[in-house]
């Protein structure tokens, strides 16, 4: 695996962690406050590509 590859993998994670922190600091505080927060259906998980560098993490081919 390049480093580019492993960046681009620990950025996605990194930006998806981010992403579900605050979705679920937000919906904390909006119960906190009394607000409803469920006026939008929940958005379906996020899939990965079927050919995603992570698929070949720890491999040496390249």
């Known amino acids: 695996m390049t480093q580019d590859m492993f960046r681009t993998i620990v950025n996605e994670t990194v930006s998806q962690n981010i992403s579900t922190i605050v979705s679920q600091t937000v919906s904390q505080m909006l ?20 050919n995603h560098p992570s698929r070949d993490v720890g491999r040496d081919d390249d």
Do not use: D, K, M, T
Not at 31 to 50: D, F, M, T
């Open 31 to 50: 119960v906190e406050l009394g607000i409803p927060g469920n006026r939008a259906p929940p958005a379906p998980p996020a899939q990965q590509p079927p």
